[in-house]
């Protein structure tokens, strides 16, 4: 072997061991990230209702939002087709207020309730009867959107009612 070849065979190996080497981190950072549950959080919604509005003005929804990832996450935001103004409210000394977002814990849940929490359609396109189903999509910032179809009910249900048979 001349030293031109022992150069050129050298760098190939060297290149060679750089690419194998970089191509293991890059893999073991991928297996590292899926091994510690460190992904978006995942979201589901059960008891998701809307008391039958008494006019076309406004009315409520309200669900609980459970999160049962490791990663907190917060509610952002909400659209459907029966409103374009669609509002995440709190409420604090029972006053409601209108807030940008809503925390969804880690490996917990948003209660979104009567008296309590919840999202509010302002000006609606028109007025659903108890038995339609109106259809919202979550938002979140960091989980994917989730569709929610929400029943309409009886302007006096309540959810935590129903629960105590």
Do not use: W
């Amino acid at each position: 072997m001349n030293t031109r070849t022992t150069r050129t065979l050298a760098a190939a190996l060297s290149l060679t061991a750089a690419l194998a080497i970089s191509g293991c981190s890059s893999s073991d950072a991928d297996s590292g990230a899926k091994a510690d549950g460190a992904g978006k959080p995942k979201m589901t919604v059960s008891g998701a209702f809307m008391p039958e509005p008494v006019n076309d003005k406004m009315a409520g929804a309200f669900m609980v939002i459970k999160n049962d990832s490791k990663t907190a996450d917060k509610l952002t935001g909400v659209t459907s087709s029966l409103s374009d103004d669609l509002q995440i409210h709190e409420t604090k000394d029972q006053k409601m207020q209108q807030v940008p977002s809503m925390d969804v814990p880690s490996n917990g849940e948003l209660k979104l309730e009567r008296g309590g929490n919840h999202i509010m359609f302002m000006g609606l396109k028109s007025k659903p009867n108890v038995g339609d189903k109106i259809t919202i999509e979550l938002r979140f910032e960091k989980a994917d959107p989730v569709k929610v179809e929400l029943d309409v009910k009886e302007r006096t249900y309540n959810a935590q009612n129903s629960n105590a048979h």
